[in-house]
């Protein structure tokens, strides 16, 4: 394989691997904060989800020669990156509907293509993933659906959630093609298959009619079908926020690799504990035998 090759598949899969984890972080704020019983059990299993989705990752960043503890470092030492999005703060319950509408809509949109990528234990593991995205993403619009037929406040919040996460979720798909410096290299060995530029105008065809749908404003005043190219035309994109949060100056950089930091701190007797009922068990095997 190609070092190169190599190192760029470890680069995108353990950025990744982390966002599923960093992103467990936004939406866990509203597990105990949940409006219904069955709210509150589909946001546990969705953010659960996106743990295991962390882990495939990892296993699969593993099989290109790299150990999962070098992985988490990088991310606790704020070396490795992860998505962008996960550094805004969510505020109101309709944010938990905001994400999975739009943020696991997004995801799915630039996901479902690696299922097809030339590494194949990157492109098994999307497969199942891209499975739970899409429930994700629907019990995002559900909730969404729900606000937008509730009472003025509900609506209200509703559309707040969306004039929040729109812009966000836009700059999830990346730097301009213009500007992108991997995927030129990325789509010649496959690992890409569309650009960044096509992915964010396809997730915008299709959300733009789901927001007239609920009834919400998309914050944008330049969003408008355009007959010509058959795409929504859109707006600026504000790249200078898009920068800062890569910097670690976003809403909540700080604030999320600190309860990383904190987790990984306070989990560590559980695994110091696990290993050695591990290693008890098999010398007790090995007595055995
Ligand atoms: N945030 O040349 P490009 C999810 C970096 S999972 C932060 O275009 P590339 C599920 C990029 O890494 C969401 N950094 O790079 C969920 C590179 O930095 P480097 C994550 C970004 O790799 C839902 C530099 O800028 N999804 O949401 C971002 O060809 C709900 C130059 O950029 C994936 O990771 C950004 N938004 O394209 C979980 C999918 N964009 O490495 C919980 C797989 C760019 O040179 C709740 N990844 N950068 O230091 C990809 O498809 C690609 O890596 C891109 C970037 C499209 C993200």
Known sequence: MPEAYRQTLIRQ????????????????????????????????????????????????????????????????????????????????????????????????????????CSYGPYARAMVRICKEESFHQRQGFEIMLALARGTPAQQAMAQDALSRWWWPSIMMFGPSDTESKHTAQSMRWKIKRFTNDELRQKFIDITAPQAKFLGLRIPDPDLAWDEASQHFKFGEIDWSEFHAVLKGNGPCNRERLEARRSAQENGRWVREAAAAHAEKQRARAQQAA
Request: include cysteine; hydrophobic fraction near 45%; aromatic fraction near 8%.
């Open 13 to 116: 899969i353990s950025q990744h691997a982390h966002s599923e984890i960093v992103g467990m972080l936004p939406e866990g704020n509203w597990i105990s904060r949940a409006p219904t019983l069955r709210r509150k059990a589909v946001l546990i299993a969705k953010v659960q989800d996106e743990g295991g989705h962390g882990m495939y990752l990892y296993s699969a960043a593993e099989t290109l020669g790299i150990e999962r503890e070098q992985m988490l470092q990088q991310l606790l030492a704020g070396t490795a990156k992860y998505s962008s999005i996960f550094n805004y703060p969510t505020l109101t319950w309709a944010d938990v509907g905001a994400i999975g509408w739009l943020v696991d809509g997004a995801a799915i949109m630039n996901q479902i293509p690696i299922c097809r």
